[in-house]
């Protein structure tokens, strides 16, 4: 296969920009089409994926090693069509998902490549639900959040990439799919087009509200797209041992400080688990306390200290001061004298 | 065995506190001490714990069923002996964990009662470290949190009764346990008799700052009693896989309102499991992506929209339009054209 034109045009890196990206904030240049050394490939970039994380990029973020320099090329995630390889895997004609970045022509030595089967699937799927976006739903929906048959799946940016996904999968393994999303036409087109049985248009009115009527036996699954207000609100209405998979935040990408309210980007960041405790569910186990604890302070390797007050009367008092944090040990009250 | 009085001294709820309780908040009275009837027990309280979950009561909050009226004896957790029993399964002499409430006498049906031995342990700690903080700290720790050895556990209220256990049973499964408390003094009990290997006093500077430093490696198990501020230290520490257990928030009970800044309460009450995710511990997931979900796309029970603009030029301003949120479907940009 030949290059169709004979330059390699490039989109730029300009400026980093404040606030919302504009248009300004790129260039664009052209550069000769390189040739392909031993090992490597040269491919044409057919599809160029935009997503919102290469807002980070520009924000040269430490999470992405990747930071670009003004008059480099953006990077960017694509699906080529190979033209000439000198690499043993590859050969021209064949189509893959590679880091090309914003441009037309680019070289790889096969690091971090995907092959794609055009019978499989469209090969611009790799970019979107067979891709990034794909295993982030279907892996996070199926591995994080863990739902089962009859189960309510609350998913918000509901027709985004990765909400496609999780939606769908949330229905396809027999769940009831409930959808978060900003205008009637995508709430539509959820319901209508990807299967969810509700989908609710968060700047209609209280979206708690809204997510009552549609969940009325409470939310057992939520995927978090967005983070802020609209996760307050979904915990607002969850079921008991309800699974919140912490995704995307991307309402946070163009600030420069961490939104007001709960923010919880460090769990993600850390892969972390919360989980709320709730004793009555664990009184089952009272036996084994005394068992293992009580063996423990027995052998004198567990303490305890106790903050005792003298006196039923004295008890008003005494809690006063337990709860202004004034007690130090177990704040108990001695009634009356054990007699043995 | 013989009353010791031959009136049952009580303390009676009064008034709903504003903020903080005061004593004036409780009334004392004397009642006949009552015989027990058939399939009864009479029991002398000995020693009546002091729990902050009493303020929830006395603001008639829901989730405590046992609300109290002015006038009605406060309601609390006791150990008792019993004087007199009609009750086949317990004799006069015994001990008891019983709720009596703040009184010195009360008639039992055996309903939530649980038998003593004296011999195993004092019977004080039934209201401790035996008895429902203990089982919070324990059950809490060991099957929320889930520690393994060498792993660092951060326990906030360390010296309360909950944090007293949860920090000890920390130290002896393995981990390393560092503490959090509000003063110098309860800090070196912390370390000198409960084994925390660091303890943090958060009114001394940068809490975050601390415990970076007394836990280099991150924070592998949290077991949170105060929820607010302090969490929101622990979060930023918090290392990869990490399990925060959301215990108690007892900050919050004496507010009408729930704190600024992240509320968890829902996810204690709903039980529920909070995860972050990140998608690249997912990636090995791919083939399996492709073959369940490009099955399904194949199967047209499956669908997904993309949002395409044409040619390499236009990306900067596709990718601003995507970042207003004004994209409707996967965005991606045709570069070239796929050859077949």
Known sequence: MTPVSDRNHRITFQRRPQGLPAPGDFGADTTPIPAPGPGQFLSRTVWLSLDPYYRNVMKGTQMYAEGVKPGDVMIGDTVAQIIESRHTDYRAGEFVRVRNGWQEYALSSGHDVRK??????????????????????????????????GETVVVSAATGAVGTTAGQVARLVGARAVGIAGSDEKCNFAVRELGYEACVNYKKGDLAAQLKEACPRGIDVYFDNVGGDTLQAVLRNLAL??????????????????????????????????????????MHRMDELVRVVGGW???????????????????????????????????????SAEHN
């Open 297 to 335: 302070i027995r052998a004198g390797t567990f303490r305890y200290r106790e903050d005792i007050t003298e006196g039923l009367s004295q008890a008003p008092e005494a809690f006063c001061r337990l709860m202004r944090g004034e007690n130090f040990g177990k704040a108990l009250v001695r009634v």
């Open 241 to 282: 041992h309800a699974r919140v998979v912490l995704c995307g935040m991307i309402e946070s990408y163009s600030l420069e400080q961490p939104p007001p309210g709960p923010f919880l980007g460090p769990v993600v960041g850390a892969r972390a688990t919360m989980r709320g405790l709730v004793v009555y569910d664990h």
């Open 116 to 149: 794609l089967d055009p019978a499989a699937a469209p090969v611009s799927t790799a970019l979107g639900v067979l891709g990034m976006p794909g295993i982030t739903g279907y892996a996070g929906l199926v591995y994080l959040g863990e739902p089962k048959p």
